[in-house]
């Protein structure tokens, strides 16, 4: 069947969504998610109305939700040309729409890498990023934010037919002269068993885009999953965005294999280039198991083919034979188009939906519910401590006051001599804290300094030059190891200047404390284990384009720059990770000496103003009094609601019924489009929290 002749069967991106394992489990996630983000965003407005969020705490607040609202789980399909990538996408994520979206029948290359999401922003459509834009030599993490050029397309996503016709342009090619193709890394005179086909007249074809973005408000997209579909071979090679940028930051990887073809040379490359990195969760495809039945022979001849092609592909690739799926996936997209579960059960995709669904998603909550109480931790201890200084404050007052009672107003006038007193006392320690400021920030700055982007552009420079003139290549390797152990120094060093900041703003904050009843206290500096340990995950990451196999590519300036630029951007983010944590640790600790400050010299005011009220009507006493006493009492509210709203966030983000939703089984199939599917499961997972 052509991709055009197919009506509109359903619609296309329902609200609905369909009840497919992997698109519940995900449901789940994204409602426990936002369930999660609306109990944080409950509390941030209660400490904004009480005037106890301080702008640490709203800053942490803030990035909690921003994660929770806004993170991405990116699982990208690699394989060779024509392993069924396209076809697999379709059959998984848009088999709801009735038809083929992704273009996906005999030649039919995929011709860019496609990424497909959803930015509520931005209105449904398609981004085109012309293929010339690779002359500049700017990343595309840089060109993201250049919307001026990208091509764009609006997509109408109320009819299949118009979408699936839209997203005809991935494949899009465009002759090119040899010198233009060569420059755009498309020919080369060294390597030219890759190269395209030459025409007539002398011209190659070369991929239009370079880069697709299809945004869709696709139930599975909107909850924060991005799909990934990466063209074959050829154009990763030409691509080093792809491989060095984009795959290394992919949550998940389906490394998709051809049953009809088994592992291939060039599949292994792909594989050994590409995709050895521990630090990517790998699923394995071996697809297209319907072109192995064979109608002479009994089917237990087939199933015992297939098991013995598993065995054979997880040997091939040193995987465990449970991470290798085979499946058909045109056969399952068949079967949940036309509604057949006995076609989509011997499809066998959803084992591989299972896989993904009970492995991927739970892991990924782990990471989120940690933050989430890390940050309420935090939170907690600091809204505490202001409370009790409030309620202490409050307190103090109410016992001057209640001393007057009965007293006479040459009482009142001595009090107001006393306060008066005990204010010039207390801004004595301006000046201590004047000097403080002066060497927390000479301290601060250096540790920055050590942390910046000059900093670390300089060992990276430092050692792409050595790579460049190095013979062959042949030192590239150790200069590549040499820049991380010096990284690994610089973090150490950081995290010894933070050290002795603590030491130094702990000192003078309990001197502070002692003298004039302050209460600071210096928080732990933060522990940059955890940035030591993205700098070996980026390092085992990378090291697999130093490779004597690589020389040729790493001769190449245009690689060699783009390389440099791939590696400086995923370091910067570990390095201003690092700088931004202990920068934001430090500010606890100016923030609470200049919240305390102002907090005291308000106390100081509002006991004097109380007194000269009372000395001008006697009456006033009994008044203020109350007044006080209604403020405690609003405070210890305040306090009870606290606990309730921290404890719900809690709650929120412990809720463990995140497993798969009950009736869960692997062959369930999407009935007839006309059969409405009650809206259980899901909904069950994370009820709405009213307590
Ligand atoms: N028999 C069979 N053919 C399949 C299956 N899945 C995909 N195909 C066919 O294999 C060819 C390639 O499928 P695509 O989905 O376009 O493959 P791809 O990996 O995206 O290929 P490129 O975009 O060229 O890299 C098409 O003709 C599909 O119809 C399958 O499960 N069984
Ligand atoms: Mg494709």
Wanted: charged share 25%.
């Amino acid at each position: 069947m052509s991709e055009h002749d197919r009506g509109m069967t359903a619609p296309l991106l329902s609200d609905e969504p369909e009840h497919e394992p992997f698109v519940r489990s995900l449901d789940a996630l994204g409602r426990w998610r936002a369930a999660l983000e609306e109990r944080v965003r409950d509390l941030a407005r209660f400490l904004g109305e009480h005037g106890l969020l301080d702008e640490n705490a709203e800053g942490l607040l803030d990035s909690l939700r921003q994660r929770l609202a806004g993170e991405k789980l990116v699982v990208a399909f690699v394989a060779e040309f024509s392993r069924g990538k396209s076809e697999l996408i379709n059959a998984i994520f848009f088999a709801d729409a009735g038809r083929r979206i992704m273009p996906a029948s005999p030649g039919r290359t995929t011709m860019c890498p496609v990424e497909l999401g959803w930015e509520p922003e931005d209105v449904p459509g398609l981004a085109l990023l012309p293929i010339e834009t690779r002359l500049e030599g700017a990343s595309l993490a840089e060109l993201r934010g250049q919307p001026q050029l990208w091509h764009r397309e609006p997509i109408d996503v109320g009819d299949p037919a118009s979408f699936a016709h839209a997203l005809d342009a991935v494949r899009d090619v465009r002759s090119a002269s040899l010198d233009e193709a060569r420059q755009l890394g498309f020919w080369s005179d060294e390597q030219p068993a890759d190269n395209p086909p030459m025409l007539a007249d002398g011209q190659v074809e070369i991929p239009r885009w370079r880069h697709a973005l299809i945004n869709v408000p696709h139930p599975l997209l909107k909850r924060g999953l991005v799909v990934l579909d990466t063209p074959g071979l050829n154009a990763i090679g030409a691509e080093p965005e792809l491989t060095v940028g984009l795959l290394p930051s992919a949550h998940v990887v389906v490394f998709v294999l051809g049953a009809d073809t088994g592992v291939t040379r060039s599949d292994l490359e792909i594989w050994r280039d590409h995709l050895t990195s521990q630090a990517l969760t790998r699923y394995v495809v071996l697809n297209k198991i319907d072109a192995l039945v064979d109608p002479l022979s009994p089917p237990e001849h087939s199933l015992a083919q297939i098991a013995a092609q598993c065995e054979q592909v997880a040997r091939t690739l040193e995987l465990p034979t449970e991470r290798v799926f085979p499946l058909s996936a045109r056969q399952a997209l068949a079967g949940r188009v036309s509604g057949d579960a006995v076609a989509l059960a011997e499809s066998r995709l959803p084992a591989l939906e299972q896989a993904l669904a009970q492995q991927l998603l739970p892991e990924r909550r782990t990471v989120l519910e940690r933050m989430t109480l890390d940050a309420m931790a935090a939170i907690r201890e600091q809204v505490q401590r202001g409370l009790l200084d409030l309620r202490r404050q409050l307190a103090e007052q109410t016992q001057e006051l209640e001393g007057l009672r009965g007293k006479n107003g040459g009482k009142v006038q001595l009090l107001l001599q006393r306060v008066g007193a005990e204010t010039a006392e207390f801004e004595q320690c301006t000046a201590q804290i004047q000097a403080l400021r002066v060497v927390h920030a000479r301290s601060l700055k250096a540790a920055m300094t050590t942390l910046s982007g000059e900093a670390l552009r300089g060992h990276v420079d430092a050692m792409i030059g050595e790579i460049r003139d190095s013979f062959l290549k042949l030192g590239a390797r150790r200069s590549y190891t040499q820049l991380f152990d010096a990284l690994r120094a610089v973090l150490g060093m950081a995290q010894h200047q933070s050290g002795e900041l603590r030491e130094l703003l702990t000192a003078a904050c309990n001197r502070l404390n002692g003298e004039f009843g302050f209460s600071l206290m210096v928080p732990t500096e933060p522990d940059l284990a955890h940035c030591r340990d993205d700098l070996a995950l980026i390092e085992r990451n990378y090291v697999q384009y130093l490779g004597l196999t690589q020389a040729v590519r790493l001769a190449q300036p245009r690689f060699l720059e783009q390389f440099r630029r791939m590696l400086m951007s995923r370091l910067r983010v570990v390095f201003e990770g690092a700088s931004g944590e202990i920068e934001l640790w430090s500010r606890t600790v100016s923030g609470q000496i200049d919240a305390q400050l102002r907090e005291r010299r308000k106390a100081f005011k509002r006991r004097r103003e109380s007194l000269e009220r009372i000395r001008a009507a006697a009456g006033e006493l009994d008044t203020r009094l109350a007044e006080l006493q209604a403020q405690d009492q609003r405070l210890a509210t305040a306090e009870v609601r606290l606990q309730s709203l921290h404890d719900r966030v809690r709650r929120a983000a412990t809720r463990h019924e995140l497993a798969l939703p009950s009736d869960f089984s692997p062959l369930a199939v999407r009935p007839p489009a006309s059969v409405p599917e009650p809206a259980a499961a899901a909904s069950q997972v994370v009820t709405p929290d009213h307590a």
